[in-house]
């Protein structure tokens, strides 16, 4: 474990935008984020796995590049153990949605949630957008207690979920 210049605990994995050539290492995270936390995703493990290999390359390759929406990957060298993506809204001009964000379990607690979204951060300011929102399912305590540790606020505003109508999800915001 490595300390930042404040620090703060940091993963020894390298923290980048994703790349072409992710494609399939992206696509056994996508499978496991969708395995280990169905509700926070708006796709089910099945949709995910009857997908082709060439749909996953096509969208890794689209968010490897340009300012409208990007994925950041945590690559200690073998599999990928974490994720976050970013996109810009429609309603919005200085906002980055964060979205798809994902540590795999034995990564947990060790720093990397707050690289993957200083990354998006990061990419964000870089593309004029200076805040970052995202979504939490209305009970996902730890997620919440994780977000607001990294600086985010809940705004107070709830939101149904996409495709789960019992929940509801919370919207939270900081400074990119």
């Known amino acids: 474990m490595k ?23 992206m696509r056994a995270l996508r499978l496991e984020m969708l395995a280990d936390a169905p509700l ?9 796995a009857a997908r082709p290999h060439a749909d996953y390359a096509a969208r890794i390759a689209y968010t490897a590049v340009g300012s409208d929406t990007a994925q950041f990957v945590a690559d200690p060298g073998g599999r990928l153990v974490g994720h976050a993506g970013g996109t810009v809204t ?7 949605v964060i979205y798809a964000v994902y540590i795999t379990p034995a990564w947990r607690g060790t ?6 979204v200083d990354a998006v951060a990061a990419w964000s300011r870089a593309c004029g957008r200076p805040e970052l929102m995202l979504e939490v399912v ?17 705004t107070g505003v709830r939101v149904p979920h996409p495709t789960i109508p019992a929940l509801t999800e919370l919207q939270m915001r900081r400074k990119a």
């Not at 300390?3 to 290492?25: F, N």
């Not at 926070?40 to 995910?48: G, K, Q, S």
């Not at 429609?90 to 980055?96: D, I, V």
């Open 3 to 25: 300390t930042d210049p404040r620090g703060a605990a940091r993963s020894q994995a390298e923290v980048r935008r994703v790349r072409p050539e992710d494609a399939a290492r």
């Open 40 to 48: 926070a995703f708006l796709e089910t493990v099945a949709d995910a």
């Open 90 to 96: 429609p309603t919005e001009s200085g906002l980055t």
């Open 111 to 116: 720093g990397l949630l707050a690289e993957l």
């Open 138 to 154: 209305v009970g996902n305590d730890r997620a919440y207690r994780a977000y607001q540790r990294i600086g985010f606020v809940d």
